[in-house]
């Protein structure tokens, strides 16, 4: 089964898809996975429901180093491969003394207590030692609980306002008329949708985030394959996006923007406090729609990408 595995893997991964981006979204999977697993404690029907905590442990550790290791290298692709047959071979073997790779060391049982608290916390490490160097804003307290509670959504919208930066929304905004009249026919029509939308925040890390009519955003967002279209059209000469995030309008004027400006005024980071905002609709209607974690037909089309890989690699039980 590995040799299908890898060819899987090798048939997915292809040139436009962002290999640390996919591997983040695929970290935030399986935690929110787990801890629906664990707070639900329904009948194991599957083997990621049957795996012992030092496993999960072994899991997490592999993707936390794959995520350290990733950002300096050239050839991502491939070492994303081989950890994840790493994890493979610990999801479908019932004894992780057969795994074919130097197992990651396992934690004791006092640590294991703590595995989904400390798995949690290391997803946002990186943003938070960002934070710290470039920012005079003080760094997140992290609570295990809140940070449960905080959905990806959430996540993403409050780490590309934590980083934003006026420059490179201005640079952004000088080609925006562009968008109106795009040279290229079969882009013309998306990038005519993004003209109609309001580029409200840029980071520095060339996040953005778009504000929208409820008919433009499933416009946006409607196809499987708009997310590679959209950065196609704004990164035409050179790479301007990275990763976007689409709101609606009437939400940022509402919620979000009141919140957004007590936080600029007050620099206090508590100030952003989005965990009322209502995200079922961005949740039903997101490119990689996770809300409820459960693994759809492996045939539909519509399975975002994520979906397509566990569903590969968790190979459910009968």
């Known amino acids: 089964r590995t040799d299908k595995f890898i060819s899987f893997l090798e048939k997915i991964l292809t040139d436009n898809i962002e290999i640390i981006n ?13 801890i629906n697993n664990f707070k639900k404690m329904t009948k194991k029907t599957n083997i990621l429901q049957r ?15 794959l995520k350290n290791m990733l950002k300096n290298l050239c050839h991502k692709k491939k070492l994303l491969i ?3 047959i790493r994890i493979h071979h610990i999801i479908v073997n019932d004894n992780n003394n057969h795994l074919e790779f130097n197992p990651i060391k396992t934690i ?3 640590e294991n207590k703590m595995l989904i608290t400390n798995s949690l916390e290391s997803s946002i490490q990186n943003t938070n030692d960002s934070l710290s160097k470039t920012s005079s804003l003080p760094t997140i307290q992290k609570n295990p609980k809140k940070i449960e509670k905080e959905n990806n959504f959430i996540y993403h919208l409050k780490t590309i306002l934590l980083n934003a930066d006026e420059k490179a929304k201005e640079n952004l905004i000088k080609g925006w008329k562009q968008l109106k009249n795009f040279p290229k026919k079969e882009l013309a029509k998306i990038a005519r949708d993004l003209f109609e939308a309001q580029l409200l925040i840029v980071s520095n890390k060339k996040e953005i985030i778009l504000a929208c009519s409820e008919e433009h955003y499933i416009n946006l967002l409607k196809e499987e394959n708009k997310n590679i279209i959209i950065k196609k059209i704004f990164n035409t000469k ?9 709101i609606l309008k009437k939400d940022w004027e509402k919620v979000i923007k009141p919140i957004y400006l007590n936080f600029i005024q007050s620099k206090n980071i508590h100030d952003l406090n989005l965990s009322s905002f209502n995200t079922n609709f961005y949740e039903q209607n997101v490119i990689l729609n996770i809300k409820k974690h459960e693994l759809t037909d492996k045939n539909s089309e519509d399975i975002p ?7 590969e690699m968790l190979v459910l039980i009968k």
């Open 238 to 246: 050179k790479e301007l996006v990275k990763d976007y995030l689409i």
């Open 82 to 84: 081989v950890f994840f």
């Open 108 to 110: 004791n049982n006092d």
């Open 51 to 65: 795996l012992e905590l030092s496993q999960i442990n072994n899991i997490f550790q592999i993707l936390f180093e």
């Open 305 to 311: 990408l994520v979906l397509h890989l566990a569903q």
């Open 22 to 34: 996919f591997l983040e979204d695929f970290i935030n999977f399986l935690q929110n996975l787990f």
